[in-house]
């Protein structure tokens, strides 16, 4: 079973950036792609991009296109998430989660809760 | 971009009873790449179904996932207090990897 674990809560001003982070454990880190799936107040999910750390390929959903930037460290067996030009609609929790055996979302983080407030 | 739509929004059963929840997709998703989650408040999402009928890890035997083409089916059998969520359909055949807008299972 792999853990997941996610850098702690963030408060950011509108136009600034946040960067989280997902460090993975038990299992292996580089083959498998990650995701990034965040869930505004209230709200459904939301998938944002993913990447394949062992060849560094990623996919961003159009949404997000231009404003996020997904990153793998495989010496560290950690993803990272960036986005950019924050706005209030980003408040939301941010989650990791790793394509497992089944081919979906096996494993998760715990979330990220990233306000965004001036 | 593959939209699914949920239903019913609510669901209100009694422990013991059987749920069934809905996910249609805009077109035709290879039954391979259709997955259930179950989410809990302030909790992640735990994967409950993938492959349109196979269950992860750990999953009790009364969740079922059945369906095909742009039509598939969650059955919760016997419903526990634990069973009580809200639950999502995800496709992940094609990018984006969307997931349908979720249906709450509640205690009547």
């Known amino acids: 079973q792999v853990q997941l674990v996610q850098s702690g809560a963030e408060v950011k001003k509108p136009g600034s950036s946040v960067k989280v982070s997902c460090k993975a454990s038990?299992?292996?880190?580089?083959?498998?792609?990650i995701s990034w799936v965040r869930q505004a107040p209230g709200q459904g999910l939301e998938w944002m991009g993913g990447i394949i750390p062992i060849f560094g390929t990623t996919d961003y959903a159009q949404k997000f296109q231009g404003r996020v930037t997904i990153t793998a460290d495989e010496s560290t067996s950690t993803a990272y998430m960036e986005l950019s030009s924050l706005r209030s609609e980003d408040t939301a929790v941010y989650y990791c989660a790793r394509v497992g055996n089944s081919g979906s979302y096996s494993d998760w983080g715990q979330g990220t809760l990233v306000t965004v407030s001036s | 971009e593959i939209v699914l739509t949920q239903s019913p929004g609510t669901l209100s059963l009694s422990p013991g009873e059987t749920a069934t929840l809905s996910c249609r997709a805009s077109q035709n998703i290879s039954s391979s790449y259709l997955a259930w989650f179950q989410q809990t408040p302030g909790q992640a999402p735990r994967l409950l179904i993938y492959?349109?009928?196979s269950r992860a890890t750990g999953i009790p035997d009364r969740f079922s996932g059945s369906g095909s083409g742009t039509d598939f089916t969650l059955t919760i059998s016997r419903l526990e207090p634990e069973d009580f969520a809200v639950f999502y359909c995800?496709?992940?055949?094609?990018?984006?990897?969307?997931f349908g807008q979720g249906t709450k299972v509640e205690i009547k």
């Open positions: 995800q496709q992940y055949v094609s990018s984006p990897r969307t």
């Open positions: 038990g299992g292996t880190f580089s083959s498998y792609a």
């Open positions: 492959g349109t009928s």
